[in-house]
């Protein structure tokens, strides 16, 4: 199998960027992260790739007419890199059918939430404030509602009776940190298949050689 090759897209911290590209340099993940693109010039996941020698494109959004033709500048900028999984790696904007299209079931988003409760830009702040005992985070494919897209992985932690915004999120981002790379390693393995809302993770294959020995 050819190398996946992956674009992130990121306007903030990049902390899940970094922790998919933490696996790709050990040697967990076989794919390639070829290109970051930001929404906000001073980004500190750019600085973050940067030093990784990832390329990266700042795109200002402000000089686009709309939010189609910002996203079909992605969707260029990815074909012509041969791109073939997009990551949402908190990216704060809604993305368009001129990206959703032509890289369908390809562009996963981390959510901070246990989807579908609590979507949209608040995750952490809407279950403490409604009072949940469990939350966690999501994994899913991007669709052309707001984190709508079929659920690929889910981790639950436990939300305390004392926790705020922040201790919750804290506890939430080590997950993210777990699952996020555990799904780009489930896709660069070709093991992941989308049956309309749900996604079946296959069975890994056997490895050739432990057939061989199976036989013999
Ligand atoms: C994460 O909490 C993620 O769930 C949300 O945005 C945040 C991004 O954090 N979509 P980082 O930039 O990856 O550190």
New binding site residues.
């Given amino acids: 199998m050819e190398e996946l090759r992956i674009a992130v897209l990121?306007?903030?911290?990049?902390?899940?960027?970094q922790a998919v590209q933490d696996e790709i340099e050990s040697g967990k993940i076989r794919a390639r992260i070829v290109l970051l693109v930001s929404d906000k010039k001073n980004a500190p996941?750019i600085e973050r790739a940067k030093l990784r020698g990832i390329e990266t494109m700042y795109l200002n959004p402000a000089e686009f007419p709309d939010r189609e033709a910002y996203d079909a500048a992605i969707a260029s900028a990815l074909r012509k890199r041969q791109v073939g999984l997009v990551l949402?790696?908190?990216?704060m904007r809604v993305v368009t059918a001129g990206l959703i299209r032509p890289f369908r079931n390809k562009i996963m988003?981390?959510?901070?939430a246990l989807l579908p409760a609590f979507p949209g830009l608040h995750?952490?702040r809407d279950a403490v404030k409604y009072g949940v005992k469990i939350s966690g985070?999501t994994v899913h494919f991007v669709d052309e509602g707001v984190d709508t897209g079929p659920i690929i992985i889910q981790a639950a932690v436990p939300a305390y009776d004392n926790d705020t915004e922040d201790t919750l999120?804290a506890r939430?981002?080590k997950c993210?940190h777990k699952i996020y790379p555990k799904a780009v390693k489930l896709f660069a393995e070709g093991r992941i298949e989308v049956d309309g809302r749900k996604v079946v993770i296959k069975k890994q294959k056997k490895r050739e050689d432990d057939a061989l020995i199976s036989v013999a």
Avoid: D, M, V
Wanted: hydrophobic residues 40%; neutral net charge; charged residues 10%.
């Fill in positions: 990121a306007s903030g911290r990049g902390s899940n960027f996941a949402l790696a908190g990216f988003n981390i959510h901070p995750g952490q985070c999120s939430i981002l993210e």
